[in-house]
């Protein structure tokens, strides 16, 4: 069982920046691809980022953060972070924070089946 407590949200103005921390259980965190994904109101959740750790730090992006956002980890500290800068309205949504334990040599995967953990979720909103 892996759990996973996002933490971070909030209101900012566009143009602001706003860092997500995600927290992890389970003493192989360091090697879980973890990703955090997005859901607005109305719209499916969607990818947003991704980081695997095994053979190498490698990351991946959505097209529409790239160069905005940027994912990390800490993995003495079990924790995950995206750091999102130049927020516009669009990027309004719950976050969510996900842990792939498949253990692949695979890049990290977009793809929503391919996480088993999920986290409750931390707001962000961006006001015009």
Request: charged share 15%.
């Amino acid at each position: 069982q892996v759990q996973l407590v996002e933490s971070g949200g909030g209101l900012v103005q566009a143009g602001g920046s706003l860092r997500l921390s995600c927290a992890a259980s389970g003493r192989t965190f360091s090697r879980y691809t973890m990703g955090w994904f997005r859901q607005a109101p109305g719209k499916e959740r969607e990818f947003v980022a991704a980081i695997s750790w095994i053979g190498g730090i490698n990351t991946v992006y959505a097209d529409s953060v790239k160069g905005r956002f940027t994912i990390s980890r800490d993995n003495a500290k079990n924790t995950v972070y995206l750091q999102m800068n130049s927020l516009n309205p669009e990027d309004t949504a719950v976050y969510f924070c996900a842990a792939d334990t498949r253990l692949t040599l695979s890049d990290p995967t977009p793809r929503t089946y391919d996480y088993a953990y999920w986290g409750q979720g931390t707001q962000v909103t961006v006001s015009s």
